[in-house]
Protein backbone atom coordinates (compact mmCIF):
# COMPACT_ATOMS: atom_id res chain seq x y z
CA UNK A 1 0.00 0.00 0.00
CA UNK A 2 1.54 3.51 -1.01
CA UNK A 3 1.93 6.31 1.44
CA UNK A 4 -0.40 9.04 0.58
CA UNK A 5 1.12 11.89 -0.60
CA UNK A 6 1.85 14.77 1.12
CA UNK A 7 1.01 18.29 -0.64
CA UNK A 8 1.99 22.06 0.10
CA UNK A 9 -0.27 24.27 1.57
CA UNK A 10 -0.18 27.86 2.01
CA UNK A 11 3.07 29.66 0.42
CA UNK A 12 3.09 32.11 2.78
CA UNK A 13 0.81 31.03 6.21
CA UNK A 14 0.68 33.95 8.11
CA UNK A 15 -0.51 36.12 5.22
CA UNK A 16 -2.88 33.46 3.61
CA UNK A 17 -3.97 32.56 6.31
CA UNK A 18 -5.23 36.00 6.99
CA UNK A 19 -6.68 37.32 3.65
CA UNK A 20 -8.46 34.12 3.37
CA UNK A 21 -10.08 34.94 7.22
CA UNK A 22 -10.89 38.43 6.09
CA UNK A 23 -13.03 36.80 3.32
CA UNK A 24 -14.85 34.39 5.36
CA UNK A 25 -15.46 37.30 8.37
CA UNK A 26 -16.77 39.27 4.93
CA UNK A 27 -19.23 36.68 3.70
CA UNK A 28 -20.06 35.12 7.66
CA UNK A 29 -21.05 38.99 8.00
CA UNK A 30 -22.83 39.29 5.12
CA UNK A 31 -24.65 36.20 4.05
CA UNK A 32 -24.84 35.77 0.97
CA UNK A 33 -22.06 37.71 -0.59
CA UNK A 34 -19.79 35.60 -2.61
CA UNK A 35 -16.22 36.05 -1.90
CA UNK A 36 -13.04 34.63 -3.81
CA UNK A 37 -11.00 32.51 -2.01
CA UNK A 38 -8.02 30.17 -3.67
CA UNK A 39 -5.05 30.85 -1.37
CA UNK A 40 -3.83 27.38 -1.50
CA UNK A 41 -4.09 24.78 -4.22
CA UNK A 42 -6.64 21.61 -4.97
CA UNK A 43 -5.78 19.17 -2.29
CA UNK A 44 -7.13 15.32 -4.01
CA UNK A 45 -11.36 15.82 -3.35
CA UNK A 46 -10.95 19.23 -2.10
CA UNK A 47 -11.15 22.28 -4.34
CA UNK A 48 -8.79 25.43 -4.03
CA UNK A 49 -11.68 27.05 -1.62
CA UNK A 50 -12.27 24.33 0.81
CA UNK A 51 -8.31 23.53 1.23
CA UNK A 52 -7.97 27.11 2.02
CA UNK A 53 -10.76 27.47 4.76
CA UNK A 54 -9.68 24.29 6.15
CA UNK A 55 -5.67 25.69 6.81
CA UNK A 56 -7.25 29.12 7.98
CA UNK A 57 -9.67 27.27 10.32
CA UNK A 58 -8.76 24.29 11.70
CA UNK A 59 -5.58 23.84 14.29
CA UNK A 60 -4.85 20.82 17.13
CA UNK A 61 -7.71 22.15 19.47
CA UNK A 62 -10.24 21.66 17.00
CA UNK A 63 -12.42 18.89 15.34
CA UNK A 64 -13.38 17.87 12.12
CA UNK A 65 -15.51 15.50 11.11
CA UNK A 66 -15.18 14.56 7.49
CA UNK A 67 -17.36 12.18 5.36
CA UNK A 68 -18.46 10.69 1.91
CA UNK A 69 -16.38 11.30 -1.35
CA UNK A 70 -13.70 14.04 0.59
CA UNK A 71 -12.63 11.39 2.86
CA UNK A 72 -9.74 10.24 1.32
CA UNK A 73 -6.43 9.38 2.96
CA UNK A 74 -4.03 11.48 1.08
CA UNK A 75 -6.64 14.64 2.36
CA UNK A 76 -6.83 13.09 5.90
CA UNK A 77 -3.07 12.72 5.79
CA UNK A 78 -2.50 16.59 4.53
CA UNK A 79 -5.22 18.01 6.85
CA UNK A 80 -3.32 16.05 10.07
CA UNK A 81 -0.03 17.97 8.75
CA UNK A 82 -1.00 21.28 7.54
CA UNK A 83 -3.60 21.72 10.69
CA UNK A 84 -2.87 18.74 13.30
CA UNK A 85 -6.67 18.93 13.70
CA UNK A 86 -8.18 15.89 15.16
CA UNK A 87 -10.32 13.83 13.18
CA UNK A 88 -13.72 12.37 14.51
CA UNK A 89 -15.77 9.29 13.91
CA UNK A 90 -19.26 10.85 16.00
CA UNK A 91 -20.12 13.84 14.23
CA UNK A 92 -21.55 15.15 17.34
CA UNK A 93 -18.15 15.53 18.69
CA UNK A 94 -17.02 17.96 15.70
CA UNK A 95 -16.39 21.86 15.51
CA UNK A 96 -16.25 21.47 11.51
CA UNK A 97 -18.02 18.81 9.86
CA UNK A 98 -16.93 18.70 6.07
CA UNK A 99 -18.46 16.90 3.52
CA UNK A 100 -20.66 17.49 0.16
CA UNK A 101 -24.46 18.88 0.70
CA UNK A 102 -25.72 15.18 0.46
CA UNK A 103 -23.16 13.42 2.24
CA UNK A 104 -23.52 14.85 5.57
CA UNK A 105 -24.58 13.70 8.54
CA UNK A 106 -27.84 13.77 10.44
CA UNK A 107 -27.85 17.48 11.17
CA UNK A 108 -30.06 17.52 14.55
CA UNK A 109 -27.69 14.83 15.83
CA UNK A 110 -24.96 17.80 15.31
CA UNK A 111 -23.94 20.38 18.36
CA UNK A 112 -26.16 23.40 17.63
CA UNK A 113 -24.69 25.05 21.48
CA UNK A 114 -26.57 25.75 24.42
CA UNK A 115 -28.86 28.14 25.36
CA UNK A 116 -25.91 29.86 27.89
CA UNK A 117 -23.28 29.11 25.27
CA UNK A 118 -24.76 29.17 21.96
CA UNK A 119 -21.03 29.81 20.34
CA UNK A 120 -20.40 26.19 20.96
CA UNK A 121 -21.91 24.52 17.93
CA UNK A 122 -20.75 22.90 14.73
CA UNK A 123 -19.72 25.09 11.79
CA UNK A 124 -20.79 23.02 8.60
CA UNK A 125 -18.34 23.30 5.66
CA UNK A 126 -19.91 22.24 2.56
CA UNK A 127 -18.33 22.11 -0.71
CA UNK A 128 -20.40 22.91 -3.80
CA UNK A 129 -20.68 22.76 -7.44
CA UNK A 130 -20.56 26.51 -7.94
CA UNK A 131 -21.89 30.09 -6.26
CA UNK A 132 -23.39 32.24 -8.33
CA UNK A 133 -25.53 35.46 -7.55
CA UNK A 134 -28.08 34.96 -10.51
CA UNK A 135 -30.44 32.29 -10.91
CA UNK A 136 -29.52 29.15 -13.50
CA UNK A 137 -30.42 26.30 -14.52
CA UNK A 138 -28.85 23.87 -12.00
CA UNK A 139 -28.67 26.15 -9.08
CA UNK A 140 -31.32 26.16 -5.94
CA UNK A 141 -31.74 29.78 -5.98
CA UNK A 142 -32.11 31.06 -2.35
CA UNK A 143 -33.99 34.47 -1.27
CA UNK A 144 -31.52 35.71 1.98
CA UNK A 145 -32.37 38.25 4.17
CA UNK A 146 -31.42 39.05 8.01
CA UNK A 147 -28.77 40.54 9.58
CA UNK A 148 -25.78 41.58 7.35
CA UNK A 149 -28.16 42.03 4.56
CA UNK A 150 -29.91 45.47 3.74
CA UNK A 151 -33.43 44.29 2.17
CA UNK A 152 -32.59 41.31 0.48
CA UNK A 153 -29.45 39.23 -1.31
CA UNK A 154 -30.05 36.26 -4.01
CA UNK A 155 -27.63 33.30 -3.98
CA UNK A 156 -28.11 30.59 -6.49
CA UNK A 157 -25.94 27.34 -5.27
CA UNK A 158 -25.52 24.28 -7.09
CA UNK A 159 -25.01 21.26 -4.81
CA UNK A 160 -27.17 21.67 -2.26
CA UNK A 161 -29.79 18.94 -1.29
CA UNK A 162 -32.93 19.10 -0.34
CA UNK A 163 -32.30 18.15 3.56
CA UNK A 164 -29.71 21.21 4.00
CA UNK A 165 -32.45 22.98 2.02
CA UNK A 166 -35.25 22.33 4.22
CA UNK A 167 -33.12 22.75 7.61
CA UNK A 168 -32.00 26.21 6.14
CA UNK A 169 -35.96 27.13 5.28
CA UNK A 170 -37.43 25.32 8.45
CA UNK A 171 -34.74 26.16 10.90
CA UNK A 172 -35.19 23.54 13.66
CA UNK A 173 -32.86 24.85 15.85
CA UNK A 174 -34.61 27.86 18.34
CA UNK A 175 -32.34 30.91 17.98
CA UNK A 176 -29.80 31.44 19.22
CA UNK A 177 -28.89 27.65 18.97
CA UNK A 178 -28.06 26.42 15.48
CA UNK A 179 -25.24 25.60 12.60
CA UNK A 180 -23.70 27.97 10.61
CA UNK A 181 -23.30 27.28 7.09
CA UNK A 182 -19.69 27.87 4.79
CA UNK A 183 -20.18 27.21 1.30
CA UNK A 184 -17.23 26.51 -0.45
CA UNK A 185 -17.18 26.26 -4.19
CA UNK A 186 -14.40 25.72 -6.70
CA UNK A 187 -12.39 28.90 -5.59
CA UNK A 188 -15.53 30.66 -3.96
CA UNK A 189 -16.63 31.17 -0.81
CA UNK A 190 -20.62 32.30 0.85
CA UNK A 191 -21.87 31.70 4.13
CA UNK A 192 -25.22 31.52 5.83
CA UNK A 193 -25.30 31.77 9.32
CA UNK A 194 -28.03 30.85 11.58
CA UNK A 195 -30.01 34.40 11.97
CA UNK A 196 -30.47 34.26 8.16
CA UNK A 197 -33.90 33.51 7.36
CA UNK A 198 -33.86 31.70 3.73
CA UNK A 199 -36.55 31.28 1.37
CA UNK A 200 -36.17 28.71 -1.84
CA UNK A 201 -37.34 30.64 -5.04
CA UNK B 1 7.96 36.96 0.28
CA UNK B 2 7.58 38.83 3.96
CA UNK B 3 5.90 41.86 4.98
CA UNK B 4 8.04 45.19 5.00
CA UNK B 5 10.11 46.89 7.95
CA UNK B 6 8.53 45.28 10.96
CA UNK B 7 10.41 44.68 14.42
CA UNK B 8 12.53 41.47 13.71
CA UNK B 9 11.71 38.77 16.39
CA UNK B 10 7.76 39.31 16.49
CA UNK B 11 5.36 37.67 14.53
CA UNK B 12 3.00 40.01 11.84
CA UNK B 13 0.67 41.50 14.29
CA UNK B 14 2.30 40.74 17.33
CA UNK B 15 0.68 37.47 18.23
CA UNK B 16 1.11 33.62 17.30
CA UNK B 17 -0.74 32.09 14.86
CA UNK B 18 -2.42 29.72 17.08
CA UNK B 19 -3.91 32.24 18.90
CA UNK B 20 -4.81 34.59 15.47
CA UNK B 21 -7.00 31.87 14.71
CA UNK B 22 -8.43 30.86 18.04
CA UNK B 23 -9.78 34.61 18.14
CA UNK B 24 -11.07 33.72 14.30
CA UNK B 25 -13.10 31.21 15.01
CA UNK B 26 -14.46 33.31 18.00
CA UNK B 27 -15.19 36.54 15.33
CA UNK B 28 -17.24 33.97 13.15
CA UNK B 29 -19.57 32.52 16.08
CA UNK B 30 -19.72 36.10 17.24
CA UNK B 31 -21.11 37.94 13.60
CA UNK B 32 -22.86 34.39 13.41
CA UNK B 33 -24.83 35.34 17.12
CA UNK B 34 -25.49 39.13 16.96
CA UNK B 35 -24.79 40.61 20.09
CA UNK B 36 -23.98 37.56 22.09
CA UNK B 37 -20.71 37.66 24.13
CA UNK B 38 -17.94 34.78 22.93
CA UNK B 39 -15.87 33.74 25.26
CA UNK B 40 -11.77 33.68 23.85
CA UNK B 41 -8.76 32.68 25.08
CA UNK B 42 -7.40 36.38 25.67
CA UNK B 43 -4.14 36.53 25.57
CA UNK B 44 -1.19 39.32 27.66
CA UNK B 45 -0.52 41.90 25.49
CA UNK B 46 2.57 44.30 26.00
CA UNK B 47 0.21 47.05 28.56
CA UNK B 48 -2.08 46.44 30.99
CA UNK B 49 -5.63 45.81 30.96
CA UNK B 50 -7.78 48.86 30.58
CA UNK B 51 -5.99 49.87 27.41
CA UNK B 52 -7.42 48.24 24.68
CA UNK B 53 -6.18 45.16 24.85
CA UNK B 54 -9.22 43.47 24.06
CA UNK B 55 -9.90 45.94 21.09
CA UNK B 56 -5.88 45.23 19.89
CA UNK B 57 -6.28 41.46 20.00
CA UNK B 58 -9.42 41.61 17.22
CA UNK B 59 -7.62 43.95 15.36
CA UNK B 60 -3.88 41.68 15.81
CA UNK B 61 -6.28 39.06 14.47
CA UNK B 62 -7.33 40.43 11.60
CA UNK B 63 -5.29 42.62 9.77
CA UNK B 64 -3.31 42.35 7.15
CA UNK B 65 -0.97 44.08 4.40
CA UNK B 66 -3.69 45.80 2.53
CA UNK B 67 -5.38 47.23 5.72
CA UNK B 68 -5.20 50.91 6.47
CA UNK B 69 -5.29 52.06 10.13
CA UNK B 70 -6.85 54.44 11.78
CA UNK B 71 -6.92 54.67 16.10
CA UNK B 72 -9.28 56.75 18.48
CA UNK B 73 -8.92 57.80 21.52
CA UNK B 74 -12.68 59.57 22.66
CA UNK B 75 -12.58 60.45 18.57
CA UNK B 76 -8.99 61.78 19.22
CA UNK B 77 -6.10 60.73 16.66
CA UNK B 78 -3.55 62.51 18.62
CA UNK B 79 -3.60 61.34 22.03
CA UNK B 80 -1.82 59.00 24.35
CA UNK B 81 -3.66 55.26 23.67
CA UNK B 82 -4.01 56.26 19.79
CA UNK B 83 -0.70 57.22 19.45
CA UNK B 84 0.85 54.50 20.89
CA UNK B 85 -1.77 51.70 19.65
CA UNK B 86 -1.20 53.02 16.34
CA UNK B 87 2.60 53.06 16.36
CA UNK B 88 2.43 49.25 17.66
CA UNK B 89 0.64 48.39 14.37
CA UNK B 90 2.91 50.45 12.57
CA UNK B 91 5.48 48.73 13.92
CA UNK B 92 4.81 45.07 14.10
CA UNK B 93 2.86 45.09 10.79
CA UNK B 94 3.73 47.86 8.72
CA UNK B 95 0.34 48.60 7.42
CA UNK B 96 -0.83 52.15 6.18
CA UNK B 97 -2.07 54.29 8.89
CA UNK B 98 -4.78 57.37 8.28
CA UNK B 99 -6.22 59.55 10.57
CA UNK B 100 -8.65 60.16 7.89
CA UNK B 101 -11.97 58.44 8.76
CA UNK B 102 -13.24 57.72 5.06
CA UNK B 103 -9.58 55.98 4.28
CA UNK B 104 -9.71 53.85 6.89
CA UNK B 105 -10.37 50.25 6.50
CA UNK B 106 -9.75 49.08 10.08
CA UNK B 107 -10.71 51.90 13.06
CA UNK B 108 -9.75 51.02 16.42
CA UNK B 109 -11.85 53.00 18.95
CA UNK B 110 -12.20 53.68 22.34
CA UNK B 111 -15.36 55.29 23.37
CA UNK B 112 -16.21 57.54 20.04
CA UNK B 113 -17.98 56.27 16.99
CA UNK B 114 -16.20 58.83 14.18
CA UNK B 115 -19.12 61.65 13.18
CA UNK B 116 -18.60 60.66 9.41
CA UNK B 117 -20.72 58.18 8.63
CA UNK B 118 -18.74 54.73 7.81
CA UNK B 119 -19.32 52.76 4.91
CA UNK B 120 -19.40 48.83 3.60
CA UNK B 121 -16.63 47.16 3.99
CA UNK B 122 -14.94 48.76 6.79
CA UNK B 123 -14.29 47.48 10.28
CA UNK B 124 -14.97 49.58 13.46
CA UNK B 125 -13.31 47.56 16.86
CA UNK B 126 -13.95 48.76 20.05
CA UNK B 127 -12.24 48.31 23.36
CA UNK B 128 -14.48 47.10 26.02
CA UNK B 129 -13.51 47.55 29.56
CA UNK B 130 -16.81 45.17 30.54
CA UNK B 131 -18.65 43.38 28.17
CA UNK B 132 -21.91 42.29 30.64
CA UNK B 133 -24.56 45.16 30.14
CA UNK B 134 -26.40 43.22 33.20
CA UNK B 135 -22.90 43.15 35.31
CA UNK B 136 -23.85 46.19 37.48
CA UNK B 137 -26.84 44.23 38.66
CA UNK B 138 -26.05 41.21 38.88
CA UNK B 139 -22.41 40.05 39.28
CA UNK B 140 -22.27 36.60 38.85
CA UNK B 141 -21.41 35.54 35.51
CA UNK B 142 -23.40 32.14 36.09
CA UNK B 143 -26.57 34.09 36.24
CA UNK B 144 -26.07 36.67 33.74
CA UNK B 145 -25.59 33.65 31.30
CA UNK B 146 -28.77 32.37 32.58
CA UNK B 147 -30.44 35.75 32.11
CA UNK B 148 -29.72 36.13 28.67
CA UNK B 149 -30.58 32.64 27.87
CA UNK B 150 -34.03 33.61 29.18
CA UNK B 151 -33.92 36.82 27.73
CA UNK B 152 -34.56 38.11 31.41
CA UNK B 153 -33.97 41.63 30.50
CA UNK B 154 -36.45 43.53 32.61
CA UNK B 155 -34.07 44.10 35.64
CA UNK B 156 -32.31 46.55 32.91
CA UNK B 157 -34.97 48.61 32.21
CA UNK B 158 -35.98 48.42 36.33
CA UNK B 159 -32.11 50.56 36.16
CA UNK B 160 -33.01 52.99 33.43
CA UNK B 161 -36.48 53.57 35.05
CA UNK B 162 -34.53 54.45 38.49
CA UNK B 163 -33.12 57.19 36.48
CA UNK B 164 -36.30 58.59 35.59
CA UNK B 165 -37.93 58.41 39.38
CA UNK B 166 -35.01 60.40 41.14
CA UNK B 167 -33.89 62.54 38.22
CA UNK B 168 -37.21 62.86 35.94
CA UNK B 169 -35.63 61.69 32.64
CA UNK B 170 -32.79 58.75 31.77
CA UNK B 171 -30.04 60.21 33.17
CA UNK B 172 -27.30 56.84 31.58
CA UNK B 173 -25.42 59.27 29.21
CA UNK B 174 -22.78 56.63 27.87
CA UNK B 175 -22.55 52.84 27.91
CA UNK B 176 -26.34 53.05 27.28
CA UNK B 177 -27.40 49.29 26.79
CA UNK B 178 -29.05 48.58 23.08
CA UNK B 179 -30.58 45.00 21.76
CA UNK B 180 -29.20 43.33 18.78
CA UNK B 181 -31.52 41.89 16.44
CA UNK B 182 -34.41 42.56 18.70
CA UNK B 183 -32.66 39.47 20.81
CA UNK B 184 -29.51 39.93 23.12
CA UNK B 185 -29.13 43.06 25.08
CA UNK B 186 -25.67 44.58 24.19
CA UNK B 187 -23.06 46.85 25.83
CA UNK B 188 -21.99 49.03 23.16
CA UNK B 189 -18.66 49.86 25.15
CA UNK B 190 -18.44 53.52 27.03
CA UNK B 191 -19.62 55.25 24.21
CA UNK B 192 -21.69 58.69 24.76
CA UNK B 193 -24.98 57.63 23.43
CA UNK B 194 -25.00 60.03 21.05
CA UNK B 195 -23.29 57.31 19.45
CA UNK B 196 -25.59 54.79 19.85
CA UNK B 197 -27.87 55.47 16.31
CA UNK B 198 -24.58 55.21 14.16
CA UNK B 199 -24.88 51.26 15.33
CA UNK B 200 -28.37 50.84 13.77
CA UNK B 201 -27.89 49.24 10.17
CA UNK B 202 -24.66 50.23 9.71
CA UNK B 203 -22.87 49.22 6.33
CA UNK B 204 -19.93 48.73 8.66
CA UNK B 205 -18.94 45.72 10.32
CA UNK B 206 -18.62 46.27 14.16
CA UNK B 207 -16.38 44.02 16.09
CA UNK B 208 -15.76 44.49 20.45
CA UNK B 209 -13.45 42.75 22.43
CA UNK B 210 -12.76 42.91 26.19
CA UNK B 211 -9.15 41.62 27.04
CA UNK B 212 -9.87 41.76 30.73
CA UNK B 213 -12.96 39.89 30.80
CA UNK B 214 -12.17 37.72 27.66
CA UNK B 215 -15.18 37.96 25.87
CA UNK B 216 -15.40 39.05 21.84
CA UNK B 217 -18.63 40.26 20.18
CA UNK B 218 -20.38 41.62 17.16
CA UNK B 219 -22.52 43.27 14.95
CA UNK B 220 -22.50 42.43 11.53
CA UNK B 221 -23.83 45.27 8.27
CA UNK B 222 -27.51 45.87 8.30
CA UNK B 223 -28.48 44.85 11.79
CA UNK B 224 -30.67 46.70 14.34
CA UNK B 225 -29.37 48.28 16.98
CA UNK B 226 -32.17 49.80 19.39
CA UNK B 227 -31.98 51.97 22.63
CA UNK B 228 -33.70 50.47 25.10
CA UNK B 229 -36.60 52.67 26.17
CA UNK B 230 -40.07 53.36 27.34
CA UNK B 231 -42.72 54.89 25.43
CA UNK B 232 -43.23 58.23 27.46
CA UNK B 233 -39.50 58.26 27.80
CA UNK B 234 -37.86 57.87 23.98
CA UNK B 235 -34.52 57.43 24.00
CA UNK B 236 -32.34 61.15 23.64
CA UNK B 237 -29.17 61.85 22.71
CA UNK B 238 -27.41 65.12 23.68
CA UNK B 239 -27.48 68.46 22.78
CA UNK B 240 -25.50 70.83 22.88
CA UNK B 241 -26.72 75.02 22.84
CA UNK B 242 -23.08 75.73 21.71
CA UNK B 243 -21.31 74.87 18.24
CA UNK B 244 -17.71 73.85 18.25
CA UNK B 245 -15.20 76.87 18.99
CA UNK B 246 -13.02 75.32 16.14
CA UNK B 247 -15.26 74.53 12.86
CA UNK B 248 -18.70 75.43 14.13
CA UNK B 249 -20.24 72.41 13.77
CA UNK B 250 -23.62 71.83 15.41
CA UNK B 251 -24.06 68.22 14.93
CA UNK B 252 -20.92 66.51 15.89
CA UNK B 253 -20.34 65.11 19.79
CA UNK B 254 -18.93 68.42 21.87
CA UNK B 255 -16.08 68.02 24.61
CA UNK B 256 -16.45 70.94 27.59
CA UNK B 257 -12.67 72.42 27.34
CA UNK B 258 -11.93 74.60 30.66
CA UNK B 259 -9.73 77.41 29.72
CA UNK B 260 -8.85 79.18 32.97
CA UNK B 261 -9.31 79.15 36.51
CA UNK B 262 -12.87 81.79 36.63
CA UNK B 263 -14.90 79.61 35.56
CA UNK B 264 -14.42 79.80 31.66
CA UNK B 265 -14.48 77.10 29.15
CA UNK B 266 -15.53 76.39 25.50
CA UNK B 267 -16.52 73.25 23.53
CA UNK B 268 -14.76 71.81 20.67
CA UNK B 269 -15.27 68.60 18.75
CA UNK B 270 -14.82 65.62 20.56
CA UNK B 271 -13.85 63.99 16.72
CA UNK B 272 -10.48 65.64 15.79
CA UNK B 273 -10.62 64.05 11.77
CA UNK B 274 -14.12 65.76 11.42
CA UNK B 275 -13.02 69.00 13.30
CA UNK B 276 -9.86 69.21 10.84
CA UNK B 277 -11.78 68.61 7.72
CA UNK B 278 -14.40 70.84 8.61
CA UNK B 279 -12.06 73.49 9.04
CA UNK B 280 -9.88 72.98 5.70
CA UNK B 281 -13.37 72.80 4.06
CA UNK B 282 -14.00 76.38 5.21
CA UNK B 283 -10.64 77.42 4.25
CA UNK B 284 -10.72 75.90 0.86
CA UNK B 285 -14.07 77.97 0.49
CA UNK B 286 -12.75 81.52 2.04
Known sequence: MSQPQLQAGFANPVEDSQQAFRHLLKVMSEPGVIRPLAAATALDTLTPATFSACQTLLDATTTLWLGGALDTETVRANLGFHSGCRIVVDPAAADFVLARAGELPELMTLRAGTAEYPDRSCTLLVQVEALATTATEQATALRLSGPGIATSRQLGVTGLDTRLTRYLVERPHPFPLGLDLVLLAQDQVAAIPRTTRVEVN | MSAPATRAGYNFAYLDEQTKGMIRRALLKAVAIPGYQVPFGGREMPMPYGWGTGGMQVSAAIIGRDDCLKVIDQGAD?????????????????????????????????????????????????????????????????????????????????????????????????????????????????????????????????????????????????????????????????????????????????????????????????????????????????
Not at chain 2, 138 to 157: C, F, W
Open chain 2, 78 to 286: DTTNAVSIRAFFRDLTGVATTERTEQATLIQTRHRIPETPLHEDQILVYQVPIPEPLRFIEPSEVETRKMHALEDYGVMHIKLYEDIAQFGHIATSYAYPVRVNGRYVMDPSPIPKFDNPKMDHSPALQLFGAGREKRIYAVPPYTEVRSLDFADHPFEVQRWDQCCAICGATDSFLDEVILDDQGGHTFICSDTDYCRTRLARQEEKA
